[in-house]
């Protein structure tokens, strides 16, 4: 039996880390960032915020994390410095995220970001079927204060949730094992006070 071509995307799809250019064009962003819209979303809180980060400040994202842990009395070590100019100096596409949840309450804040991760999932699928990858981060001084801050969003309403680096594969990833879904899948049995 063929397969299905978007569960062939949806089962062949992985993280790549290491990207360089070509980056999404202006066509393939646009269809990147429509399959964010198309994430389930209780109450059309539409909690999603996004700040594209182009390739010639994508280097600064280091500059911050930096700042951000000496502010902080947590100065980064060098390795990690080292690490993260090694890897930002090829990426040519940065996406900050970024959770607005909902103002009035009504929504629990875990579901806008759960809505937030699963519009980024839609991302990396559409990357993938674009022939692109990428590689959502939580390093760099994501929790770090002042961070969030200086990418623009709004410390206060706004959740920073990291980086989603997109690009074109420097080498083609070898196979990774996924885990078998039947360790993570059991059949609800009620028990019998709720039997019909
Ligand atoms: C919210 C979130 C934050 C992440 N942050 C990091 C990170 O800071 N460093 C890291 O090595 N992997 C991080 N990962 C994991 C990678 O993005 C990636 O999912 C992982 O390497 C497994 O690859 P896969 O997506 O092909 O399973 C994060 C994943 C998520 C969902």
Same mark, same amino acid.
């Given at each position: 039996?063929?397969?299905?071509?978007?569960?062939?995307?949806?089962?062949?799809?992985?993280?790549?880390?290491?990207?360089?250019?070509?980056?999404?064009?202006?066509?393939?962003?646009?269809?990147?960032?429509?399959?964010?819209?198309?994430?389930?979303?209780?109450? =059309?809180? *539409? /909690?999603?915020?996004?700040?594209? $980060?182009?390739? %010639?400040?994508?280097?600064?994202? +280091?500059?911050? #994390?930096?700042?951000a842990g000496q502010a902080a009395g947590k100065p980064?070590?060098?390795?990690?410095?080292?690490?993260?100019?090694?890897?930002?100096?090829?990426?040519?596409?940065?996406?900050?995220? =970024?959770? *607005? /949840?909902?103002?009035?309450?009504? $929504?629990?804040? %875990?579901?806008?970001?759960?809505? +937030?991760?699963? #519009?980024?999932?839609?991302?990396?699928?559409?990357?993938?079927?674009?022939?692109?990858?990428?590689?959502?981060?939580?390093?760099?001084?994501?929790?770090l204060d002042?961070?969030?801050?200086?990418?623009?969003?709004?410390?206060?309403?706004?959740?920073?949730?990291?980086?989603?680096?997109?690009?074109?594969?420097?080498?083609?990833?070898?196979?990774?094992?996924?885990?078998?879904?039947?360790?993570?899948?059991?059949?609800?049995?009620?028990?019998?006070?709720?039997?019909?």
């Open positions: 039996m063929s397969m299905n071509p978007l569960l062939e995307v949806l089962l062949d799809r992985q993280s790549v880390k290491f990207v360089q250019a070509p980056g999404p064009d202006a066509v393939q962003l646009d269809l990147i960032l429509q399959a964010a819209m198309r994430a389930p979303d209780h109450g =059309a809180v *539409r /909690p999603w915020r996004f700040k594209l $980060i182009p390739r %010639q400040h994508v280097p600064m994202l +280091v500059d911050l #994390a930096i700042q980064m070590p060098d390795f990690k410095i080292t690490k993260w100019r090694a890897w930002l100096a090829r990426v040519p596409l940065v996406i900050a995220i =970024a959770c *607005r /949840p909902d103002p009035s309450g009504r $929504i629990r804040e %875990q579901e806008s970001l759960l809505s +937030v991760g699963t #519009a980024v999932m839609n991302m990396l699928n559409a990357a993938h079927a674009l022939g692109l990858a990428g590689f959502w981060s939580t390093g760099m001084g994501t929790y002042g961070v969030a801050e200086a990418l623009g969003f709004d410390a206060l309403d706004e959740r920073f949730m990291g980086y989603l680096a997109l690009g074109t594969p420097i080498e083609q990833p070898g196979p990774v094992i996924r885990p078998d879904y039947r360790e993570f899948v059991t059949e609800w049995q009620p028990s019998p006070e709720f039997s019909a």
